[in-house]
Structure formats: C-alpha cells, structure tokens
C-alpha cells in the first residue's frame, strides 16, 4: 500500500482542480459494447509497426483463435469526446485467478488499432490488454486534422485541453473501470506508451495510484519553465537557453504558427511556446513539469526510456528531474523501483 507525501498529495489535488477546470459535466462509469473498427483513421502516414511486433509472445498455434477481443466506449463525461473507445484483449480460457493489465497509449496521429501487434503480445502473456483512442485520435476523430484542430481551438477558446490534459481524465476514469472488473487484479495495473502515449502514460501515473506501473517510452521531457522561482538542477529555461524547444514545437506546428500570428509575431519564439503551453494545458511548463510530477509517482515502479539522440525528449533537460525522481524513490525507501534506460544516465 502507497503512503502518499504531502508533496504528492497537494499535486495530485492541484492537478485534479486543473483537469476539472475545463471538464463537462459527469457522468455515470458506463461501458457499451460497441463494433470492431474497419477502417481506422490515421492523421498522418501510417507508421510501422515493426517495433510492437518485436515484443515478446508466447508460442500459442493460433494466437488469434484464442484470443477474446471486446470492443467498447465508456463514458467519461458529458461532452462528445467522453465517449472513450477502448480495444481489449485477453485469453479466452477462464480462470479463476485475477489477471494484471497493462493500458497501451499510442502516439501521435495514430490510434489504438496500430496497437494491435502490442495487445497481442501481452494479451498472449496471460495479461488483461487495453488500448484506447485518445482525444482526437481514431474512433474521436472526425476528420483527418480533428487533433490539429482541437490544439487550435484550445489556444482560441481555453475551453479545451486536448494536449495529454484530456487523456488524462480518462486514463482515471479508465482506471476507475478497470479496477471494477472480476477478470483484473486491481492491484496490478500497468500503463506504457509511445512519445505522446508516453506522456500520458507518466502523468496518468502522476495523477492516479491505481496506476501501479508506469512505463513511458520516449515521451517524458521537461518544458520549458516560465517562473524563476521553479527553476531546479538544471538551470532557468534550460530548453530555450539550448534552443531544445524547437523539435516538440515542430511536432504539432500549426497550432504554434496560429499563435504566432495571433500574437503578431514573425517568426516562433520563446514567448509564443510558453504562452501556448500555457494556455493549452495549465502547469505543463511549470507546477506539473516532469521535476515535479515523476517523483509524486514514487514509490510505485517507474521505468524511463528515452532515446539518446531524440530531440523531442533533450536528455540535457532531464537531469534534474530524474535527480528529483531518484530522491523521491529512496525516501520513500524504494529506490530498486526507480530505473531508468542506459541511455539517460
């Protein structure tokens, strides 16, 4: 059983207060059953798909045979997007036994479909496997620029938060269901993720204990900072001052371009990207920062892989935060817990 610091608790009150902040109303947790997805929406090209299919699988003749595949929405809230589609699959034998679970979040552009090999993969392990259409993505996309235009009317309206924020909610209220279900052991509830299914991996971990291993590939990174009086390790407005801002910016540009614009500017700069963070997603660049938000996660296991030469995810910006994190973990007597790839030491 986690025993919460009084620094994780008043993050995880604060970052609940943010999230409700642009939330429809609530709604009862209800999952329907709904149909598989025929022709998944892709907002970009489709990315291969060679890395899930390199995960390990147990030999199974058949695997597709024995595997149950349940296709839902549940319910997060009363907006559009509270619709949450899940893909899940499991074996099909019974048992009398709980299983662990483990939630795959996908990147950018993509959905939960692509991670059909993933799923697979686990769920032929004897897990319990979840992925999900994030906000914007797959079965709540609309149109093929849905995601970009959702940033943009974030900046616009401030009614939105569909960069991570959003995911968020529903991760917990993924969690929330989860642990109601007979076939899942709620103490074993795993989240990993890829670049942008990274980040919601880790402050998903960050916001709900349920979560109680948190596994983010190539998505954890430290903003920019936009308050002196937050500055850590590393040094005030790190990513600017090492021009690092650039290939994150470039990731979801158009909405930085009509910011730019709207603030009149030529050209991109420092102000632009704190004021789109800003307003986008509150706290990003700043009280929910990675210096902050990964060492709440302790003492749960938290594992970091980062690419060396990724220039979404600068390993300079990290120092700080990962010296944070392995504070947290050993005062909390569990420093085992904490590990981080090669690559980022």
Known sequence: METPTNEAVDFRSEFLRVLRSRRSP???????????????????????????????KETINDLKEVLKEENLHLHTEAAEQGRLPLLILSLK??????RPAIVLMHGTNTNKEWLRPWLEAYASRGYVAIGLDSRYHGERAGTKTAYRDALISSWKN???????????????????????REDIDPKRIGITGI???????????AADTRYSVTVPLIGVQKTIQVNEMLNVEQGFRWAIENDEWEARVNSIKPLFEEARIDMGKSEIDKEVVEKVWNRIAPGLASQFDS????????????YLLNGAKDPRCPLGGLVGPLERAQKAYEET?????????????
Not at 93 to 98: G, P
């Open 195 to 205: 670049s942008l299914g990274g980040m919601h991996a880790w402050f998903a971990a």
């Open 93 to 98: 034998e019974k048992s009398e036994e709980r």
């Open 158 to 180: 401030g009614d939105t938060m569909p960069f991570i924020f959003d995911t968020v909610w529903d991760l917990i209220k993924l969690a929330e269901y989860l642990t109601q």
């Open 333 to 345: 007597a569990s420093p085992g817990n904490f590990k981080v790839h090669p690559s980022l030491i």
């Open 291 to 302: 210096p902050y938000s990964l060492p709440v996660t302790a003492p749960r296991p938290l």
């Open 26 to 56: 609530e709604v009862p947790l209800v999952a329907e059953c709904s149909k598989p997805v025929e022709d998944p929406v892709f907002q970009n090209d489709v990315p291969s798909t060679e890395a899930l299919e390199s995960c390990p």
